[in-house]
């Protein structure tokens, strides 16, 4: 239970097509630049950034570190996720690159939370997930229970552990679609309601309902062109 429930909080843990880098960038007629500047406080002599492709990454471009310092510029057509790998190094940090000049640092005690400075569109998703961790914690409390119950084979207790996970799942399904809602000009709506198509339990209408509250500009995005592909084909 407690796997399906937190499938989305891995995505974004370790969790792309119109990208153009520094080494092809006559690729796109309409495209923006951006320039990622990062830092990093372990030893790796080369960033890589992926695309992200159906859970796999696909190195694209990459940068020499120097004095733990390395810069990514480029262009997109609009903003998506990428993911910083670094040669000798296992680290996956998931970023979202704008048209924006912005900066990271990573920590290698906080590979999951560095610091993204002048991006308010990974300001955001922060925002976002970190609710979403509020309401997940309520499952990590009952998972311990959860587990002695089905050693014990206490019925009884696995069905009101149930409940309450069907609660949460509900709780965090109300936000989430909510939060899409009310933020139905920005980007970060449509990477949240695409990462709702790879979890176990997909609801087609409240899908197809929230894509159509999104603005044109955001339909049209990386993640709205995924969403669309995947509602018609369903």
């Given at each position: ?204 209408l409240k899908i197809k309902n929230s894509f159509n509250l999104l603005s044109k500009q955001v339909q049209n995005s990386v993640d709205g062109k995924r969403i ?7």
């Amino acid at each position: 239970m407690k796997k399906g429930l937190l499938f989305l909080v891995s995505l974004w843990i370790i969790s792309c097509n119109n990208y153009s880098s520094k080494k092809n960038n006559n690729k796109f007629t309409s495209t923006t630049n951006y320039t990622l500047n990062g830092t990093i406080d372990f030893n790796a002599k080369t960033a890589y950034l992926n695309k992200i492709r159906n859970d796999s990454l696909f190195k694209i471009d990459s940068s020499s570190v120097v004095n733990n310092v390395f810069i990514f510029k480029g262009t997109i057509i609009s903003p998506e996720r990428f993911a910083l790998t670094f040669k000798n190094y296992s680290a996956v940090v998931i970023v979202i690159l704008e048209h924006k000049d912005f900066s990271i640092s990573i920590k290698k005690h906080h590979l999951n939370d560095p610091v993204i400075i002048g991006s308010p569109l990974n300001s955001q998703l922060l925002n976002y997930k970190t609710s979403s961790k509020n309401i997940f914690k309520k499952v990590d409390y009952l998972y311990p229970q959860f587990q002695k119950a089905r050693l014990e084979n206490d019925v009884q207790k696995l069905q009101e552990i149930k409940q309450k996970m069907d609660s949460i799942e509900a709780e965090f399904s109300k936000y989430s679609f909510n939060f899409i809602k009310e933020n139905r000009n920005s980007y970060i709506a449509a990477m949240i309601l695409s990462d709702h198509l790879k979890t176990t339990k997909i609801n087609f209408l409240k899908i197809k309902n929230s894509f159509n509250l999104l603005s044109k500009q955001v339909q049209n995005s990386v993640d709205g062109k995924r969403i669309a592909n995947w509602l018609q084909l369903h």
